[in-house]
């Protein structure tokens, strides 16, 4: 999914061309790890010549902490698993979710945290029941 539009510059003009996006135009097109990639192509009518770039931008996120309650645990055994988040805005984020899945051994856990106000921690503690004997990688 892309936008296009035409923007013309009269032959030996430098001009500058600026690209304002609102949250709507780009919240749906997010990567997994937040960030946008924007593509431009340009065109000189009277060369034919074609020139092309393209930067990704990444946005703030919210750091995770994950705390286990033990260093070691024996298989059948359960731990608790501690989760923050941080906002790292300047405005809430609203009907915040915390969702913490292992697999092979966690099915998803949803907890809602309601609204996080700018700079605060949403957090939850779930118990997990170790399934496999190894080392954390």
Do not use: W
Not at 64 to 89: A, F, R, W
Not at 91 to 102: A, D
């Amino acid at each position: 999914n892309f936008t296009k539009f035409d923007y013309n510059i009269p032959e030996r003009d430098t001009s500058k061309c600026a690209l304002y996006l609102s949250p709507e135009d780009y919240v749906c097109k997010m990567t997994p790890d937040g960030a946008v990639k924007v593509s431009v192509r340009a065109a000189v009518d009277g060369t034919n010549q074609i020139y092309t770039d393209s930067e990704q931008f990444d946005f703030k996120k919210p750091s995770i902490i994950l705390t286990p309650s033990s260093k070691q645990v024996q298989k059948g055994h359960s731990i608790k698993l501690k989760i923050q988040v941080q906002n790292p805005l300047k405005v809430p984020l609203k009907n915040g979710r915390i969702r913490l899945e292992m697999a092979r051994n966690l099915r998803p856990v949803n907890v809602n945290c309601g609204t996080v106000k700018p700079k605060h921690k949403m957090s939850a503690t779930v118990t997990v029941q170790a399934k496999k004997v190894g080392e954390r990688q």
